[in-house]
């Protein structure tokens, strides 16, 4: 099992290019499915969870092959198997987005329930309610979520929740619905946009994404299409703490500030300098941080995906942070790894209160989720002497090559694995 070596306590300075977005590319991967024409999707990240994806689709039939470029190439022409088994969606709770288009498209499927990592239930009631009211036949049969439908109906659905990939689903469907479709409560996240905006060009007729309010009129079929996937706002982020934990002066590269608007707020209120551009960011720091609070919450709101890494970040602040996880209920459990290190935090309930030290003490630490893995390598970057986090199979679910973009802005990070340690 691979773990990643830091030898802490060196400023990050140079530039670097952001990934395609992995919570972007999830979905669009599985609206391929809509159409029997190819779709090349560009600036897709090389992550496990891209490579469980595309296992995914290769078993239900379709050809799924990264050109030379880079790019990938999608043909979902020979769709022969509508099930979506649990040995892949066990690992990936996106998995469930392949369910939306093959009811829009065959009429059926059978898909595991999900997995992912362990930081909530994350239920897909919400899925279920929405594909019931559009004309779906859902039931869960051991383990599976199974849905029969003649072509769905276009119909008015108000979610109980915001929920991204559930709007992402539902939207998937309506696409190829009878008649208009109006998703209300409906995610405004820039990922579910970058989806809407694949579904336009393959013929999809969208209007309001990006609102609470999305409408689509259903079409009979959809086309192929070239796109290229947005930049990833959370390795953008993360980079970003991480300098803001250090010291130094980074840029990044093929980014959109405008997704960054609440990170590079409390980024700033800590004391990082920040510049922007049309498609970069500028971060510079000296100095101690300060300590900044944060409240999760929906987009335009501060991420849950930026939570653990802004916890590292205020464990070497100058003052007290408190943190109120308001999305996930288990996305605490980094907080024991990162006493490790020498931080003080308090939980209560959803709230984390973080004192600032002067220091992080190096230790060996083992991840616990994706982002809780990011989360822990910041920690490791500010931290006296050597930190050792294993288990990183998590972080190579979200972040493309993240030692190699470290290395390369001056940081001692080296992957290592069981056989070598």
Not at 139 to 158: C, D, P, Q, W, Y
Not at 236 to 246: D, I, Q, R, S, Y
Not at 367 to 372: H, I, K, P, V, Y
């Amino acid at each position: 099992m691979d773990k990643l070596e830091i030898r802490g306590g060196l400023p990050l300075n140079g530039e670097i290019t952001v990934s395609g977005a992995k919570n972007a590319a999830l979905p669009i991967l599985c609206a391929c499915l809509l159409t029997s024409e190819p779709v090349v999707l560009h600036n897709v990240p090389r992550l496990k969870d891209i490579s469980t994806t595309l296992r995914l689709l290769e078993g239900m039939g379709a050809s799924a092959r990264r050109r030379d470029d880079g790019s990938v190439e999608i043909c979902a022409a020979h769709i022969d198997n509508l099930e979506a088994p649990y040995d892949l969606v066990k690992t990936m709770r996106a998995s469930i987005l392949v369910l939306g288009p093959l009811v829009a498209r065959y009429g059926q499927a059978r898909v595991s329930l999900p997995g992912g990592c362990a930081i909530g239930t994350r239920p897909v009631d919400q899925h279920i309610k929405g594909l019931a009211a559009l004309g779906a036949d859902i039931s869960i049969e051991h383990g599976f979520v199974v849905a029969n439908a003649s072509r769905l109906k276009g119909t008015s659905i108000r979610t109980d929740m915001v929920t991204v990939t559930g709007t992402e689903n539902l939207l998937m469907a309506a696409v190829l619905a009878e008649g208009q479709t109006v998703l209300e409560n409906a995610a405004t996240e820039p990922e579910v946009v970058d989806l809407a905006d694949l579904l336009i060009a393959m013929g999809a007729k969208i209007t309001g994404h990006g609102t609470d309010r999305i409408v689509i009129e259903g079409v009979e079929r959809l086309h192929g299409a070239e796109f290229r996937v947005i930049a990833d706002r959370i390795e953008a982020g993360t980079f970003l703490c991480a300098v803001a934990a250090t010291g130094g002066d980074i840029t990044l590269r093929s980014v959109v500030p405008a997704h960054l608007g609440a990170t590079l707020d409390k980024l700033r209120d800590a004391g990082v300098q920040i510049e922007t551009g049309e498609d970069w960011v500028r971060a510079r720091m000296t100095g101690r941080p300060r300590s900044v609070s944060v409240r999760t919450r929906e987009y335009p709101g501060f991420a849950t995906d930026m939570q653990a890494q802004f916890m590292a970040l205020n464990t070497v602040a100058e003052g007290t942070a408190v943190i109120v996880e308001n999305i996930f209920e288990n996305r605490f459990m980094h907080v024991q790894e990162l006493s490790r290190l020498g931080a003080e935090i308090d939980i209560d309930g959803h709230t984390a209160v973080v004192r600032g030290v002067e220091r992080l003490s190096g230790a060996t630490v083992m991840a616990t989720d994706l982002r809780a893995s990011a989360g822990l390598v910041i920690a490791g970057l500010a931290a006296d002497g050597i930190t050792v986090v294993d288990r990183i199979y998590h972080l190579d679910r979200g972040y493309d090559q993240m030692e190699v973009k470290l290395r390369a802005l001056g940081a001692d990070i080296q992957r290592t694995s069981k056989e070598t340690t």
